[in-house]
């Protein structure tokens, strides 16, 4: 029989793989950390479903918050948008 929880496992999945492809084909890179933040918010919603709140805590803070941090300001330094592999 399927569970609440399933069906949450499964929808949070998906999401998780919706926000990996709109990551790596958008060519705006502040857009790609904003995808890729969401699916990392995807797994947590995974973890949190799997009872797992220490690994929770800690993937949060550092998928979420310390690493698309560091992306932004790398990003920052460089051009926003991808070249896509042209040398121009």
Same mark, same amino acid.
């Given at each position: 029989?399927?569970?609440?929880?399933? &069906?949450?496992?499964s929808?949070?999945? %998906? *999401?998780a793989i919706v926000f =990996?492809?709109l990551a /790596?084909?958008?060519?705006? +890179?502040?857009?790609?950390?904003?995808f890729?933040?969401?699916?990392?918010?995807?797994?947590?919603?995974i973890?949190? &479903?799997f009872a797992?709140?220490?690994v %929770? *805590?800690?993937?949060i803070? =550092?998928?979420?918050? /310390?690493?698309?941090?560091? +992306?932004?300001?790398?990003?920052s330094?460089?051009?926003?948008?991808?070249?896509?592999?042209?040398?121009?």
């Amino acid at each position: 029989m399927i569970t609440l929880i399933h &069906l949450l496992l499964s929808f949070s999945s %998906l *999401l998780a793989i919706v926000f =990996v492809y709109l990551a /790596i084909t958008e060519k705006d +890179l502040i857009k790609a950390i904003v995808f890729s933040a969401g699916q990392s918010i995807s797994y947590a919603m995974i973890l949190q &479903l799997f009872a797992a709140p220490d690994v %929770l *805590l800690a993937y949060i803070a =550092v998928s979420v918050g /310390i690493y698309s941090a560091l +992306l932004v300001y790398v990003v920052s330094k460089t051009e926003r948008f991808d070249g896509g592999g042209k040398n121009e």
